[in-house]
Every structure is written in structure tokens, then in C-alpha cells.
């Protein structure tokens, strides 16, 4: 019976979830959620977790929720929108 190195397993697994998270920059989950969408146990999860986070590729918010790394942060005051005039103005006169 053949089996596959440790290494070749878990260079899978990185790849497998490097790719969900490139697919779906906006990912967010934690780490009962995460073993279960790859399904992998608790324990391997949150090692594999831990190399993306260690790598940067991932970080953990403080909600406990792992979020691409290069993520920002949602900003604390949500920007102000602005009415536009563009379509309440009135057309130029041709200067002749």
C-alpha cells in the first residue's frame, strides 16, 4: 500500500485554500466553519491556519474570523455619499 508524504498533503491543502480565498477575496470564516468547508479535523485546520497566518497570506481578525491578509480593515465611519449635480445641470451654450 503507497501512501503520500505528510508534505505533499499539506502543500494541497495550503494550495486548496490559497485558491478559495483567491476566488473569493471577501472569505471570511473561523475555524469550526473552515474545517468543515475543507473538510479537514479541528486540529489540522487550525495548523494549516496558523502557516497562512504565520505566511501573511491570512490573518485572524479579533472576532476570531480568518480574512485574506491583505484585507483592509472596514473603515470605523462609513464614507459620506455625495449627491451629484450631473444630472441637474443644464447643457453649455456653443460660444460662436
Known amino acids: 500500500m503507497s501512501t503520500v508524504p505528510r508534505a505533499f498533503v499539506v502543500d494541497d491543502?495550503?494550495?486548496?485554500?490559497?485558491?478559495e480565498y483567491a476566488e473569493m477575496p471577501g472569505l471570511s470564516?473561523?475555524?469550526p466553519q473552515a474545517a468543515r468547508l475543507?473538510?479537514?479535523?479541528?486540529?489540522?485546520?487550525?495548523?494549516?491556519?496558523?502557516?497562512?497566518?504565520a505566511?501573511?497570506?491570512?490573518?485572524?481578525?479579533?472576532?476570531?474570523?480568518?480574512?485574506?491578509?491583505?484585507?483592509?480593515a472596514v473603515p470605523a465611519v462609513a464614507p459620506r455619499m455625495v449627491k451629484s449635480d450631473l444630472l441637474h445641470r443644464r447643457p453649455r451654450a456653443n460660444a460662436s
Open 13 to 19: 491543502i495550503l494550495n486548496r485554500i490559497r485558491s
Open 38 to 53: 475543507w473538510s479537514l479535523d479541528t486540529e489540522t485546520c487550525a495548523q494549516v491556519l496558523h502557516v497562512l497566518v
Open 55 to 72: 505566511g501573511q497570506f491570512l490573518r485572524c481578525t479579533p472576532a476570531g474570523l480568518y480574512v485574506r491578509g491583505d484585507r483592509r
Open 29 to 31: 470564516v473561523t475555524l
